[in-house]
């Protein structure tokens, strides 16, 4: 673990106060953005939650980003308030497994929310073309950062941990430097395998990868139990890691 790993604020279990806040956000329609950070940062992160929204833990981790990194960190809210319950999940019912796969169908479909976080990066640039931007996400959110990556992108790194729906073209895509950070529950074959490709993409030297063994698929989202202590070391490991990962690949 890195020194700045050991000499962070500690993370809150429970009872967490916000840095950051939630308001109207100009980047997409009829929607709103949690935001923490300084306006006038010359380093944004977008980061792309989980299918369960706004959560405690990911604001949390929002704000060990925007400390570490004294960045402005830009969480939007794609769903517009139609996200799962973490209480109701998995499904256990045939029913609610229908609606789930067709949530991920309509509310969730990659093809609206990718070019949606392209649009904001883009934003983001053009009243300040020399901001640095990222994009970081989780789990559901973890598929559309990394293809917010690809060919043509104006971000300039992307991050994904836990990702869900990964697939290898996802990763012959990319034309920006991948912080990949994958759990236990992710096919560690096809992990590897992305990480094997990225490795031959000229930014190689800027990439990072870590696969958590010792975790479960969710630990740095909304299902991350904090007050287990594995859980807690692994995920102030990785908010601390990919605060290190952006600093050295937004790097002019």
């Known amino acids: 673990m890195s020194e700045a790993c050991c000499t962070r604020a500690p993370v809150i279990e429970t009872g ?56 402005k960190v830009i969480m939007p809210d794609f769903f517009r308030g139609e996200q799962q319950d973490v209480n109701n999940y998995p499904p256990k019912t045939d029913e609610a497994k229908a609606a789930l796969q067709e949530w991920f169908k309509t509310v969730a479909a990659f093809g609206k929310h990718v070019p949606d976080v392209q649009k904001i990066v883009k934003d983001i640039k053009s009243k300040n073309p020399d901001t640095k931007v990222g ?27 836990h990702p869900a729906f990964v697939e290898e073209a996802d990763a012959h895509d990319l034309a920006v430097p991948l912080g990949f950070f994958p759990s236990k529950d992710e096919n ?33 989202g909304a299902r991350g139990n904090l007050s287990d202590p594995e ?12 605060s290190e990962y952006f600093k050295r690949a937004l790097e002019a």
């Open 16 to 71: 967490y106060t916000n840095k950051g806040a939630i308001g109207p956000f100009a980047g997409l329609e009829n929607t709103t953005a949690y935001t923490v950070g300084p306006d006038n940062a010359k380093t944004v992160i977008v980061l792309v939650y989980d299918a369960f929204g706004y959560g405690s833990q990911v604001q949390q981790g929002a704000d060990i980003i925007s400390s570490n990194l004294g960045a």
């Open 135 to 161: 994009v970081l996400g989780l789990c559901w959110g973890g598929k559309v950062a990394i293809r917010a990556g690809s060919e043509g992108t104006a971000a300039d790194a992307v991050a994904a941990v």
């Open 188 to 220: 560690r074959e096809l992990c590897e395998k992305v990480s094997e490709i990225i490795a031959q993409k000229p930014f190689a030297d800027k990439n990072k990868y870590i696969y958590y063994e010792t975790v479960h698929h969710g630990f740095a």
């Open 231 to 242: 859980n807690k070391e692994k995920y102030a490991h990785f908010y601390n890691t990919v």
